[in-house]
């Protein structure tokens, strides 16, 4: 009897531990937000940006393409075309995302373009037999608190505003933990032996806000505009009378 | 110490709750789906329930035949796909490609290989008072026994279903329940937009279950704008 008791007791108990915690791991899912987008990312280590010869050549190439976005001309850049942004620059956006949690996926959807990843848990990257994707592919696991992402196979893509490059062969590694009930660390590793000596690291936190809700991202319909002008062939074509 | 009555009264009340969840469970619609082939993307699968013409106004009906004839004289149309722009639940959801379902109790969440749009549903939510327009529309739904009811306002007048424009006044709710022992998804989609048809109608798309393991790819439609550059010619 006592056993029957303690099964039902248990039943209660496993049921309202499994709400706070899915699956046993740290609930990660919600919507968070910093608010505030991040222009240049840095090394969390401290340390200047460890570019190899190559990445430093590339960086300089890429900011004269950043300062024409910056003065709004037609440049075919991720932001501007609404393509996806890529890791880590997404992280920095300045716009809420919301994480899925499941057993044997975790999604998170980026308001940003409408991006979303599928990480798919306890899996193997294989980075060379994956389609590359803006957004790369992504396995993860857990490793005690933290819900450790790792990801390869990244179409071109820059790393932050700024412009920083990398190769074809970057491999990012994202750590998300909880560092109290309502605040989200993101470190996220980039390791890129082509366009840096060394693997170096950016931090991110995000609030928690569940009264917020993912908004409908309108890429597309000023920046069509902006590129191919209001009066342009693009727009006057599309629609019968217009 | 608890004596049998106890133990009886405790199991009774577990009984209880059990049933209770597992009456007010809601189908799980959890999992990868893609439209069957009968109602797939195409003008002339867009079909009303009824078998009447579509409904549609003089305008919407000029931009159709507009649209019909650039195609016909083998001229570029300019699809939200070139454009880099949603093309809403509806049309995605006719592609001949998949989307995911993610549901939680209060959140249904579409994500569509097509373009790489997602879409939240809510559930026993409200519109909010002043809907910014958006491909997508504004989406809240409730669950009427076993079909979850989409109620979508907000539409920005560049939603397509194929060669249709919906009008910024389009009110669609789509009603989605399982059958085929939840092998399949019935989507019965009613339109009232005075500003593209002459009445409300209503059209059925089936979707069938894909493989569990079933991947979404990342497919970016704006990578197309590159064929923007030739349409100065036309």
Request: glycine share 8%; charged share 25%; aromatic share 10%.
């Amino acid at each position: 009897m006592k056993v029957f008791v303690g099964v039902v007791l248990s039943f209660g108990l496993a049921t309202a531990a499994r709400a706070a915690e899915p699956q046993g791991h740290p609930d990660l899912s919600g919507v968070w937000w910093s608010k505030q987008k991040v222009a240049a990312v840095r090394p969390v280590e401290g340390a200047a940006i460890p570019f190899t010869a190559a990445g430093a050549a590339q960086y300089a190439k890429n900011k004269p393409v950043i300062r024409e976005i910056d003065s709004k001309l037609p440049a075919l850049h991720a932001v501007k075309r609404c393509l996806p942004q890529g890791v880590p620059r997404v992280w920095g956006s300045g716009l809420p995302f919301q994480i899925f949690q499941r057993p044997e996926e975790v999604v998170i959807a980026y308001e940003q373009d409408h991006i979303r990843r599928f990480v798919y848990m306890d899996e193997k990257l294989d980075a060379d037999a994956a389609d590359p994707g803006y957004m790369g592919s992504s396995v993860g696991h857990w490793d005690g608190g933290a819900l450790v992402i790792d990801s390869g196979a990244y179409k071109p893509t820059y790393l932050d505003n700024s412009g920083l490059p990398h190769g074809d062969k970057l491999k990012v590694t994202e750590r998300l933990r909880k560092i109290d009930g309502k605040t989200l660390e993101v470190l996220t590793t980039i390791d890129d032996p082509e366009m840096y000596s060394k693997p170096w690291t950016v931090r991110y936190t995000f609030a928690l806000h569940p009264e917020e809700q993912i908004q409908d991202y309108m890429c597309g319909v000023g920046i069509v505009q902006s590129r191919f002008g209001t009066e342009g062939a693009v727009l006057k074509l599309r629609h019968h009378g217009s | 110490m608890m004596n049998l009555k106890m133990i009886a009264a405790a199991a009774m009340g577990a009984g209880a709750m059990l049933a209770a969840t597992a009456a007010c469970a809601a189908p799980d619609f959890s999992g990868v789906w893609m439209v069957q082939r009968f109602y797939a993307t195409g003008n002339d699968k867009i079909r009303t329930l009824d078998g009447l013409p579509l409904p549609m106004t003089p305008a919407a009906k000029a931009e159709y035949d507009y649209l019909q004839k650039r195609e016909a004289d083998g001229l570029t149309v300019i699809h939200n796909t070139m454009l880099g722009w949603p093309k809403g639940f509806i049309q995605a959801s006719r592609g001949n490609f998949d989307f995911k379902v993610v549901q939680e109790p209060k959140l249904l969440a579409f994500f569509f290989d097509e373009d790489h749009q997602y879409t939240f549903v809510h559930i026993d939510a409200k519109h909010p008072a002043n809907v910014k327009p958006s491909f997508l529309g504004d989406s809240v739904a409730h669950w009427e026994g076993d079909t979850l009811v989409v109620d979508t306002i907000g539409y920005n007048g560049e939603t397509p279903l194929n060669n249709i424009q919906m009008s910024a006044k389009a009110h669609t709710v789509m009603r989605l329940r399982l059958i085929n022992d939840g092998k399949s998804l019935e989507n019965i989609i009613s339109f009232d937009d005075p500003g593209a048809f002459t009445r409300p109608w209503q059209m059925k798309i089936i979707y069938d279950r894909r493989p569990p393991k079933e991947r979404i790819p990342e497919s970016v439609y704006a990578e197309n704008d590159h064929d923007l550059a030739s349409l100065d010619e036309q």
